[in-house]
């Protein structure tokens, strides 16, 4: 079965760490841009961070940068996401996705709204909730 599948989300105090992973199954992940997204209640989806095939070129929004790394391991098929200092605004559903890298950069895959419904393969997500 060709899928992403996200794990490693969980309630954790403020100031706490998380590592979320996005293990890719029925598809190799080396040819693809990979993004992590977030959606909170009310609001729309954010592209958080996202990594070239080789693991050389990254992408963070401003919200998050300083506190989360995002890496990949291709001969695993999985891509990280390590989450410190975490505050209550980062509660929301994590997703990843996968795109070709022949389509499409590091930054837009993070930036660009309008073609987020064609990337090739999304998680089901994983739920993040950081409270006291």
């Known amino acids: 079965q060709v899928q992403l599948v996200e794990s490693g989300g969980g309630l954790v105090q403020p100031g706490g760490s998380l590592r979320l992973s996005c293990a890719a199954s029925g598809f190799t992940l080396n040819s693809y841009v990979i993004g992590w997204f977030r959606q909170a209640p009310g609001k729309e989806r954010e592209g958080i961070s996202c990594i070239e095939s080789s693991g050389t070129t990254t992408y963070y929004a401003d919200s998050v940068k300083g506190r989360f790394t995002i890496s990949r391991d291709n001969a695993a098929n999985t891509v990280y996401l390590q989450m410190n200092n975490l505050k209550p605004e980062d509660t929301a559903i994590y997703y990843c996705?996968?795109?070709?890298?022949?389509?499409?950069?590091?930054?837009?895959?993070?930036?660009?709204?309008?073609?987020?419904?064609?990337?090739?393969?999304w998680g089901q997500g994983t739920q993040v909730t950081v409270s006291s």
């Open positions: 996705a996968a795109e070709p890298s022949v389509l499409i950069t590091v930054r837009q895959m993070c930036t660009l709204t309008s073609s987020r419904a064609l990337y090739d393969y």
